[in-house]
């Protein structure tokens, strides 16, 4: 089954308590993996920030609740049920989410504290949103601006010239590692011809080997079959060369990849989606607009201050 979210792991997790002892969130992890029957590639999937997706989850969960008052933390890592906590599972609630919350005044004040959106009429009813963690609302948001980025730097490709293109292809693969200096790389590749440029550029500073390139600017709409791929083929193996790189602004067909992938000649296809994606990840024709640092709670500095007490 999928991952559950935050909210439907309120109810379970309270219940874990329900027995008045101290828990670790360890333990809850376990616990809720096996009841939901989560397979351990479930388990270990990770968000970005490199923390478990479902460890995460069920840590928001357990802040949640403790934010309601139904939870408290004797120590550090560890919960343990409160009375109102005992008292709302007694009230044998069907289900235990955002909206049930709202009926404790420290969980409202939390929420107005940190901006929670508020959900439908507060009871049963859960916006989509609400069943991210902060993290992955970050997260999704995140994708939605980087695609949408992509797509303008994509757009502005495609309108740009040959020169220009030739450009950008030398800065972007300096900025990846390759060809040494910009000077170097710029020296290396050249000669632009139907909308594109064909030329090498040295694997590493050092030039210990080569790699040659072809770069098709081509408009939106179209695609490189396989008969381009066989002629850049053809020039590598003219040159004595076993590496190659076929950039192009649109896209290859099924064809042409099956073919790239069945030749001993390694042939690296970058087409213009995942051209735009390298553009953002190297800062080539991009510029950062704001930065946001996402901290956690150091652990091991309140450990040695709690150990000196």
Do not use: C
Not at 53 to 66: A, C, E, M, Q, S
Not at 127 to 152: C, F, G, H, N, V
């Amino acid at each position: 089954m999928p991952i559950p979210d935050f909210q439907t792991m309120m109810l379970p997790f309270l219940q874990l308590a329900s027995d008045g002892e101290e828990h670790s969130i360890h333990e809850a992890v376990d616990a809720l993996a096996e009841q939901f029957s989560l397979t351990e590639e479930e388990k270990t999937r990770l968000i970005p920030s490199g923390q478990p997706k479902f460890y995460n989850r069920v840590g928001w969960t357990r802040t949640h609740l403790k934010k309601a008052g139904l939870l408290d933390y004797p120590k550090r890592g560890y919960f343990i049920i409160t009375a109102q906590g005992k008292e709302v599972l007694q009230s044998s609630p069907e289900r235990i989410n955002m909206g049930y919350l709202r009926q404790f005044p420290e969980y409202n004040e939390f929420r107005a504290t940190t901006h929670v959106p508020d959900t439908d009429n507060g009871t049963q009813v859960e916006d989509d949103a609400d069943k991210l963690t902060p993290e992955e609302a970050l997260e999704e948001a995140y994708q939605k601006i980087r695609e949408d980025l992509a797509d303008e730097v994509l757009q502005a490709v495609i309108k740009s010239t040959p020169g220009f293109f030739e450009k950008l292809v030398v800065e972007l693969l300096v900025k990846m590692g390759y060809g040494g200096s910009r000077r170097d790389a710029a020296r290396a590749v050249g000669g632009s011809g139907d909308e594109g440029i064909d030329g090498i550029i040295d694997e590493d500073q050092l030039g210990l080997d080569t790699i040659y390139i072809q770069a098709k600017k081509w408009q939106e709409g179209s695609t490189v079959g396989r008969p381009e791929i066989q002629k850049f083929v053809g020039a590598l193996q003219g040159q004595r060369s076993k590496k190659g790189i076929f950039i192009t602004t649109t896209k290859f067909s099924d064809e042409a990849k099956r073919y790239a992938a069945n030749i001993d000649t390694k042939i690296v296809l970058i087409n213009g989606t995942r051209l735009a994606s390298l553009m953002i990840d190297h800062n080539v024709g991009v510029s950062s607009e704001t930065t946001y640092e996402i901290k956690r709670l150091d652990s091991d500095y309140f450990g040695e201050l709690i150990d000196h007490v």
